[in-house]
């Protein structure tokens, strides 16, 4: 049986966002060269949110993106028989060319997930600059990516999980730690 420890409740996650949300304005000077890409699933919903609370702050919209970074991923396999495996989803309103383009995710891990969405943004187009964003930040890096936003550290071990709930997908907003027994 598993322990899981409660990291973020609801209103510690909302407050989170907002302060990322608030940092993203600060940063970048504003939002008018800035583009939102969530990483599917959990990082699409954790962008839309940061779009809303910027929205309300600016009175401006923030183009969202959404990546799927399947194919992009070096520690996955497709069977043989799968000549061209389809991309579902890579949804993008504006180009990415010459923009400011925010990668965001719900854990940030080994930096391979980063890595392969930094590859799916750059097919799309060159972009001026790229940053990442990232509801938690658990360590353990693989490869040397930083997060620019995070909304908490969590340090763990490699045998913990951390897991990220979204009331859009499962019906509650959490980050809780799942350590094995």
């Known amino acids: 049986m598993s322990k899981v420890v409660s990291i973020l409740d609801e209103v510690a996650l909302n407050r989170a966002l907002t302060r990322i949300s608030y940092e993203i304005i600060e940063r970048n000077k504003g939002i008018d060269n800035v583009i939102l890409a969530g990483i599917k699933t959990r ?31 070096d520690d996955r396999h497709f069977p043989e028989e799968v000549e061209d495996p389809e991309v ?10 010459g923009k400011v383009v925010i990668l965001v995710d ?5 930096g391979r997930t980063i890595r392969a ?3 799916a943004v750059i097919d799309l187009g060159r972009p001026e600059k790229i940053m990442v964003a990232s509801l938690t930040d658990r360590g353990h890096r693989e490869i040397p990516i930083k997060a620019d936003y995070i909304g908490k ?12 709930s979204m009331k859009e997908i499962d019906g509650k907003d959490a980050v809780e730690i799942i350590k094995p027994n």
């Open 106 to 110: 719900d854990v940030i891990y080994t």
């Open 153 to 164: 550290n969590i340090p763990t071990s490699k045998s913990e999980q951390v897991k990220v």
């Open 88 to 97: 579902k989803g890579q949804i993008f309103p504006v180009s990415v060319k």
């Open 117 to 119: 969405a930094m590859d």
């Open 43 to 73: 990082g699409v919903y954790i962008a839309n949110r940061i779009a809303s609370k910027i929205s309300e702050i600016e009175g401006q919209d923030i183009p969202v993106g959404e990546l799927d970074i399947t194919l992009y991923r």
